[in-house]
């Protein structure tokens, strides 16, 4: 007996989950970018996604790279600047953070990521009791559950692992005590 597999009713379903995620990583990389600029820290790139190359721009003089999968992004800040802000060795592809004068700005900027990604939680969420509460299975209630979820998954991005925004916070605390106990406060 030959099992035949019905393509098309996986369509659907991958298009709205993919919609969901991008929802999710547009919200956690806008929301470095902002906190970034908002606080004088230049930003020459932005990159979205990974895979093939859908797009390759200029966005309001950034560098913007779009791949197909939304399942990683990164703001890449100006050299100089990430200097000034305690990052270190960024170019040789590792990085250690020092605490210099100016670097309360950093944890601000990896936080800004996971806190905007719990925003995006919230408007979703009241954006899901203003329509009624859809249901699984239509469209609407199917892309919030996906966007609700990933967004979810984008504020965990705030815990220390892997190559997350946690760890980055974890190397800001890091860099914090090892001021105090250098200057002996």
């Known amino acids: 007996m030959h099992a035949s597999v019905n393509v098309g009713a996986w ?3 991958a298009l709205v989950g993919l919609a969901g995620s ?3 990583l547009l919200l956690h990389e806008l929301g470095h970018a902002v906190a970034a600029l908002a606080l004088g820290v230049r930003i020459w790139g932005l990159r979205l996604g ?3 190359t859908v797009w390759r721009g200029h966005c309001a003089g950034c560098r913007v790279h779009l ?3 939304p399942f990683l992004g990164a703001v890449q800040l100006v050299d100089e600047d990430a200097c000034a802000i305690g990052y270190r060795d960024i170019i040789a592809g590792t990085w250690r953070f020092e605490w210099v004068p100016g670097a309360w700005r950093a944890p601000v900027i990896s936080a800004a990521g996971g806190l905007c990604n719990l925003a995006g ?3 979703l969420l009241a954006w899901w009791e203003y329509l009624g509460h859809p249901p699984l299975g239509t469209l609407t209630g199917d892309l919030l559950l996906f ?3 990933s967004n979810f998954a984008g504020y965990l991005n705030l815990l220390p692992c892997f190559r997350s925004d946690g760890i980055h916070l974890l190397a800001h605390i890091r860099a914090v005590r090892f001021r105090l106990q ?4």
Do not use: M
């Open 11 to 13: 369509v659907e379903p």
């Open 182 to 185: 250098y200057v002996g406060v």
């Open 67 to 69: 791949k197909l999968l």
């Open 22 to 24: 991008w929802i999710a």
């Open 147 to 149: 966007a609700v979820a």
């Open 50 to 52: 990974i895979g093939p």
């Open 121 to 123: 939680l919230t408007v």
